[in-house]
């Protein structure tokens, strides 16, 4: 069942893809938080901010205790929000790691980032998604080109692209080891992806990221287009810094042949008024712990 909500952002239902102008802003009201307003209007003009020490190192060694527990735990009990590497048992990304760990919760309530997101977004927040993505030495896989958002509105629902990702560093990460590149400004168009989701299309995008193969990817035109542009900007950073990014930012990240592993926490916040309704583009939802609905604003979360 599809949404009937009025589509402001039409996608997946075309043979031919269209670069669209975005009706919708970046930065969302004007509510005071951490950032001042050179950082926001740059977050606004490009799509991104690169912070450096969001979180210590006591913060990242929790994060990284808890992603070898639980990796252990859902490895062993073939818990469907642990995602492997192509057809091996290498984890590729847990989900949900947010409600699967006190200790990771409690650092992601922290005023720093909480406020942060109602600042950006405008409104109070709740988590659509939360995950550790692993890049294992050798064997780590790419993350093509995409618009998260693109698949946000797809396949969950989500109105408006009023949400936004951080990507913390938990180990090293060099521009040779999988990190994060972002097209900057791209945030500002919305490029429509053709082809249709087909019925339980996640279980197969979440172990591998193939272009030709998938739907919810740009064409090649459009991304040279698009890079051309805009070019192209890699986030290297030391554990505990961190990437702040639009959700309809293009973005993507190379595979992992290097033997230092790149393991990062991925956040993403939704404004509690753009909540999800029934897909735009797809037969179905996608199960909870890769879109919640489970709107509970991160004020109340802690309280958990």
Not at 217 to 226: F, I, K, V, W
Request: with cysteine.
């Amino acid at each position: 069942m599809t949404s009937t909500l009025a589509d402001r952002y039409p996608t997946r239902t075309a043979d031919t893809p269209q670069i669209l102008e975005r009706p919708d802003p970046a930065v969302w009201g004007d509510r005071p938080g951490p950032l001042a307003d050179p950082s926001l209007d740059a977050y606004a003009r490009t799509g991104f901010l690169a912070l450096e020490h969001l979180f210590d190192r006591a913060e990242v060694q929790t994060c990284l205790d808890e992603l070898d527990r639980l990796g252990a735990e859902l490895r062993a009990a073939e818990d469907e929000r642990v995602a492997f590497e192509g057809d091996t048992r290498q984890v590729r990304s847990i989900f949900e790691v947010h409600l699967l760990s006190k200790e990771i919760r409690g650092i992601l309530v922290q005023p720093k980032v909480v406020d942060m997101a109602r600042q950006i977004l405008g409104s109070e927040v709740y988590v659509h998604q939360c995950r550790i993505n692993c890049k294992p030495g050798f064997d780590g896989g790419p993350f093509h080109w995409h618009s998260d958002f693109e698949t946000w509105h797809a396949e969950d629902g989500m109105p408006r692209p009023r949400a936004f990702s951080i990507s913390v560093a938990l180990t090293e990460n060099y521009p040779f080891n999988g990190a994060l590149m972002i097209m900057p400004g791209t945030h500002a168009k919305f490029i429509t992806c053709c082809g249709t989701t087909p019925p339980g299309y996640f279980h197969d995008s979440l172990r591998r990221h193939e272009p030709g193969a998938q739907v919810g990817m740009p064409d090649r035109a459009s991304l040279t287009r698009m890079s051309d542009e805009h070019g192209i900007e890699c986030f290297a950073g030391k554990p505990g810094s961190a990437t702040v990014f639009d959700s309809n930012c293009l973005h993507g990240s190379n595979g992992n042949v290097t033997p230092f592993p790149r393991s990062n926490l991925f956040v993403v916040f939704n404004s509690v008024e753009n909540t999800l309704v029934e897909p735009f583009a797809a037969p179905e939802r996608r199960p909870p712990f890769i879109a919640a609905r489970d709107f509970t604003p991160l004020a109340e979360l802690a309280k958990r």
